[in-house]
């Protein structure tokens, strides 16, 4: 059936004034991450998206996040889904260098930070409950600092996983543990394990393998997308404490990445990839999220994120569970299309790039115009109007759902929007960096085991 329906797509796409424009390639091959923001991906190849613009896209799942950036760097993938520091980590040669962009932002939200089950019981006598006896959310991660004490009093180092150094939940994890007064330790050019001072020693496990991870006892605790978090609570294993809509309301998550010259050598593909792309993001959320079971359906498969569609859908239905039982509504907690959810905004970039700088990634002070140039470097809204603005001609877009008149900088985040009650400007990056309590500013630099300066 499936191939059916993408012959009749493909003979309509040939038929469709789509195709008046000349496609430099049309063969392509992305990759991704078993993760449920891949959607988009999916859901532009499954409705036949991609193929109303006359491209034929294979998907190829990877094996993490360090593959997935070899093979767009090395020519293997056109393109991927991406972790967001992804392309900035590249373009500022932290890393592999190579200068990568993104003329699409993928999702927000979608993260959450979980703990095995005996360390949730030694955090709860420190959560305040409801009136009907739950835990009181968000949970601020000063409810495991006694627990982490505790652990080092006793010798025993207290780990936590996150998905890839320059990664949205390495960085998320970080500013959770920093807001409950935790010390999750500093990169230095010649330290790259981000354990320099740590209270909670944060190391690499890829998504899927979180959960097995956690039951191994190898780690306590790990910061992932869905449906890793979902998972450990069908197997019983641990308890999500906070998700990241709790820890920042509407902030960024995935980017879809190629190279600064696959973007210069093939503008009409790039536009056609990002027309296919906005049009998934629109159908996942249309009519709130009308569409969202059929999108668990495909998502299930094996070849997308092939975890159970129930736990799947635990999340990417607008509900969100935390232990057994205690499942509550999060209607935002993946956003596709809404907010401007797909527009890369510079200001997300800058934030990217001064929890960067915060815990010493990029080692050295920089100035509020570097990272403005850096952000204008990678991230590329004008390609992403270019695509909305042909989608709307056609009809296949509302002229309303689109920031036409934005300079690249959203509003400032306000405080109660944050969990640690810090505001955020994208305009001001050195001065939010100020406003942090744990972490670098200024010109301080990691030394040795000190910070200095």
């Known amino acids: ?181 935790l010390e999750p330790g500093y990169y230095s050019p010649e330290n790259v394990t981000g354990q320099i001072g740590a209270d909670v020693l944060l190391s690499v496990t890829p998504p899927p393998q979180m959960p097995a991870t956690l039951e191994a006892g190898t780690i306590y605790g790990y910061c992932v997308g869905e449906p890793w978090n979902q998972a450990a609570v069908f197997k019983g294993i641990g308890v999500p404490v906070i998700t990241d809509y709790e820890l920042w ?66 999340s990417m239905t607008g509900t969100f569970e935390y232990e057994k039982g205690d499942k509550r509504e999060v209607p935002d907690f993946n956003v596709f299309f809404r907010y401007n959810a797909t527009y890369p905004y510079y200001s997300d970039a800058v934030w990217y790039l001064t929890q960067m700088r915060r815990w010493g990634q990029i080692a050295e002070a920089k100035s509020d115009e570097w990272y403005d140039e850096v952000a204008k470097s990678v991230y590329k809204p004008e390609i992403y109007l270019d695509a909305a603005r042909a989608l709307v001609d056609e009809g296949l877009a509302d002229e309303a759902d689109f920031p036409w008149d934005s300079d690249g900088y959203k509003a400032a985040t306000p405080a109660e929007d944050v969990i640690d009650g810090i505001g955020y400007d994208g305009r001001q990056p050195n001065a939010y960096l100020e406003s942090l309590p744990i972490g670098l500013k200024g010109e301080q630099t990691v030394v040795g085991t000190e910070i200095e300066g």
């Open 249 to 314: 309301k509407n902030n960024p998550e995935k980017v879809f990445g190629i190279t600064a010259e696959f973007a210069e050598q093939y503008p009409n593909t790039t536009k056609a990839v990002v027309k296919a792309l906005i049009r998934a993001a629109m159908w996942l959320d249309e009519n709130d999220n009308a569409n969202r079971m059929e999108a668990v359906e495909m998502l299930s498969q094996p070849e997308y994120v092939g975890a159970d569609a129930e736990v799947i859908a635990n």
């Open 1 to 181: 059936m499936k191939n059916l329906l993408l012959t009749l797509s493909a003979t309509t796409a040939l038929a469709s004034p789509l195709l008046a424009q000349d496609l430099e390639k049309d063969e392509l091959t992305f990759g991704f991450i078993k993760l449920t923001d891949m959607a988009p991906l999916a859901v532009a190849y499954e409705n036949g998206y991609f193929l109303d613009e006359g491209l034929f896209v294979t998907l190829e799942a990877q094996a993490n996040w360090k593959v997935l950036l070899d093979g767009v760097i090395g020519g293997q993938l056109d393109g991927a889904h991406m972790l967001a520091g992804q392309p900035l980590a590249a373009t500022i040669g932290y890393g592999t260098e190579a200068h990568i962009v993104t003329p699409f932002s993928m999702d927000l939200n979608g993260n959450g930070i979980t703990v095995s089950n005996a360390i949730w019981e030694e955090m709860k006598p420190n959560i305040p409950t409801n009136a009907d006896g739950l835990p009181q959310h968000p949970i601020s991660a000063s409810a495991l600092k006694p627990v982490v004490e505790k652990y080092k009093s006793e010798g025993k180092p207290f780990n936590m996983g996150m998905v890839f150094p320059v990664s949205t939940h390495n960085y998320e994890l970080r500013y959770w543990l920093a807001a409950g007064g």
